[in-house]
């Protein structure tokens, strides 16, 4: 099975801030990666896939970028809306989650 | 607009059965693989169980495996998830996501979520 690890596990920033989430995953899964927002309550929310690409609708600050085995979500200029729980998933071989990374105000 | 509806949760006794429904609407239900996920309080998402477009072929996590079993009716638009052998550990939030295409793809669409709570 493949593992995914986030990092960190929660991240203390303010507005306007530049954000940085790692994900590793325990085998190459080339490109096969995906990140998703989550607020309390709320269903989770598709931002990037196949790495990279942006969802539509979604802001342009979110970016993703890697493969193989390291992936980093990237958000340029951090928004109030932006406070929220981050995912990344695998599905290169089955769907397998990171345990999240919680953004949370400075 | 896609919209997908879960119906079906409650609490059950653990040893008990439950059977979960995904109301599909907004796409043609029979092109997409559909996914379960499930969440405990206060935890990450857990891939639980995955079909593809025709119901030819399923998917489970190993923690699931020989008590879960995924099933659609395309000609209802509804997917299913049928939970025997419960137990407190299957207490969650349990989402109907749809693939954002037919095979390998990220979840692009998911419901509300219907909430299981197994307990005596």
């Known amino acids: 099975d493949i593992q995914m690890t986030q990092s960190p596990s929660t991240l203390s920033a303010s507005v306007g801030d530049r954000v940085t989430i790692t994900c590793r995953a325990s085998?190459?899964?080339?490109?096969?990666l995906a990140w998703y927002q989550q607020k309390p309550g709320k269903a989770p929310k598709l931002l990037i896939y196949?790495?990279?690409s942006l969802e539509s609708g979604v802001p342009s600050r979110f970016s993703g970028s890697g493969s193989g085995t390291e992936f980093t979500l990237t958000i340029s200029s951090l928004q109030p809306d932006d406070f929220a729980t981050y995912y990344c998933q695998q599905y290169n071989s089955y769907w397998t989650f990171g345990q999240g990374t919680k953004v949370e105000i400075k | 607009e896609v919209q997908l509806v879960e119906s079906g949760g409650g609490l059950v006794q653990p040893g008990g059965s439950l059977r979960l429904s995904c109301a599909a609407s907004?796409?043609?239900?029979?092109?997409?693989?559909m996914h379960w996920v499930r969440q405990a309080p206060g935890k990450g998402l857990v891939w639980v169980s995955r079909?593809?477009?025709?119901?030819?072929?399923?998917s489970n996590a190993d923690s699931v495996k020989g008590r879960f079993t995924i099933s659609r009716d395309n000609a209802k638009n509804t997917l299913y998830l049928q939970m025997n052998s419960l137990r407190a550990e299957d207490t969650a939030v349990y989402y109907c996501?749809?693939?954002?295409?037919?095979?390998?793809?990220?979840?692009?669409?998911w419901g509300q979520g219907t909430l299981v709570t197994v307990s005596s």
């Open positions: 196949k790495a990279s």
């Open positions: 907004g796409f043609t239900f029979s092109n997409y693989w």
């Open positions: 085998q190459s899964i080339s490109d096969w």
């Open positions: 996501t749809r693939a954002s295409g037919s095979g390998w793809y990220a979840l692009g669409y």
């Open positions: 079909i593809n477009s025709d119901g030819s072929s399923t």
